[in-house]
Nanobody, 119 residues
Framework: QVQLVESGGGLVQAGGSLRLSCATSGHIFSNNVMGWYRQAPGKQRELVAT???????NYADSVKGRFSISRDSTNYTVYLQMNTLKPEDTAVYYC?????????????WGQGTQVTVSS
C-alpha cells in the first residue's frame, strides 16, 4: 500500500520561506507524476505544482517564480520550496502521487500539512 507523508508546514510571516517534503513508502512505479495541491478554507483543492518522472514540471500561475518543485528519484521524495510567501498562500498543502500501475492509473494523497502566512 502506497503512503505519502508530508512535513515542513508551519506559520511564517509574509515574504518568508518554507520547504515542504513528502516521503513515500510502498510500491512506486517508474511512470509517475508527483506533486502538490492546496486547499484554503471554503475553496476547492487546487494544483500548486507537479513534476513527472521525466522531469517535466507544471506550476499554477499564482506560484510561478516563487515556488519550486523538486524530487529525489532514488527514494521518491518530493519537495516544494516556497519563497516570498503571501497571505493568500495560506492553505492545507497535500502531496499527490499519480502512477501507472498494472491495472491502470491510480492516485494517492497524503494527509496534508498546514501552511499559514501572516501579514
Amino acid at each position: 500500500q502506497v503512503q505519502l507523508v508530508e512535513s515542513g508546514g508551519g506559520l511564517v510571516q509574509a515574504g518568508g520561506s518554507l520547504r515542504l517534503s513528502c516521503a513515500t513508502s510502498g510500491h512506486i512505479f517508474s511512470n509517475n507524476v508527483m506533486g502538490w495541491y492546496r486547499q484554503a478554507p471554503g475553496k476547492q483543492r487546487e494544483l500548486v505544482a507537479t513534476m513527472s518522472s521525466d522531469g517535466s514540471t507544471n506550476y499554477a500561475d499564482s506560484v510561478k517564480g516563487r515556488f519550486s518543485i523538486s524530487r529525489d528519484s532514488t527514494n521518491y521524495t518530493v519537495y516544494l520550496q516556497m519563497n516570498t510567501l503571501k497571505p493568500e498562500d495560506t492553505a492545507v498543502y497535500y502531496c499527490n502521487l499519480n502512477q501507472l500501475e498494472f491495472g491502470g492509473r491510480r492516485g494517492y494523497w497524503g494527509q496534508g500539512t498546514q501552511v499559514t502566512v501572516s501579514s
